[in-house]
């Protein structure tokens, strides 16, 4: 049983599992998405990918796996129609497209070499799912802070262009996080493993 975000499941979990499965042919998997985390115990859940620094259950053991940056960006026809700030202070007359799980949602802390920006915002609209977000973002609803790995493909393919990216918001530490307290399966090993390979 593995836990994992939405975003997460849809852009890395299910790649990983189509290739761990492909390996380990007689495991199955069932994949529990949740953007809030799961206790791991109370919910027999056997690793959870966390962007959290730490657990607070001295029984759970973490390995990091990633770091990611949290950028934003939005789509070309909103930047066309709106245009693309081009300081920090500026986001504050720009519509913005809010995650409410992460840190502080309403408060932006950019840093620039030995230079901190702290801008206090409000979203034109607010989620605690970043698909919700990002589809509006795509359809030209404002200016979108997320995690990289969630608008890479969008990035890339240019359905959305990164803004200000000279500044820097706190990185996301991915985590796989189990439970140490009890003997590790051999399912469990080599799933974390996997994950970190």
């Known amino acids: 049983r593995v836990a994992s975000s939405v975003s997460f499941a849809i852009h890395h979990i299910t790649p990983i599992v189509i290739a761990y499965t492909q390996r380990y042919p007689d495991v199955n998997v069932h994949v529990e998405t949740a953007n809030r985390y799961h206790d791991l115990i109370d919910n027999n859940i056997d690793v959870a990918i966390r962007t959290r620094e730490y657990e607070v259950d001295s029984n759970i053991t973490i390995r990091r796996i990633a770091e990611t940056r949290r950028i934003l960006c939005a789509s070309p026809g909103y930047?066309?129609?709106?245009?693309?700030?081009?300081?920090?202070?500026?986001?504050?007359?720009?519509?913005?497209?809010?995650?409410?799980?992460?840190?502080?949602?309403?408060?932006?802390?950019?840093?620039?070499?030995?230079?901190?920006?702290v801008v206090t915002c409000k979203g034109v609209l607010e989620s605690n799912e970043g698909q919700v977000l990002r589809a509006a973002a795509l359809k030209g609803m404002g200016i979108l802070v997320q995690p990289k790995y969630i608008v890479h493909d969008d990035l890339v393919a240019g359905r959305l262009t990164s803004v200000l990216d000279d500044w820097d918001l706190p990185r996301l530490h991915i985590n796989v996080a189990f439970q140490s307290r009890r003997h590790?399966?051999?399912k469990v090993r080599t799933f974390v493993d996997f994950v970190v390979e």
């Open 184 to 186: 590790m399966s051999a």
């Open 79 to 117: 930047l066309d129609a709106h245009g693309s700030p081009s300081t920090v202070e500026e986001l504050v007359s720009h519509p913005l497209l809010i995650y409410t799980y992460s840190n502080n949602p309403n408060t932006l802390s950019f840093q620039r070499g030995d230079e901190n920006k």
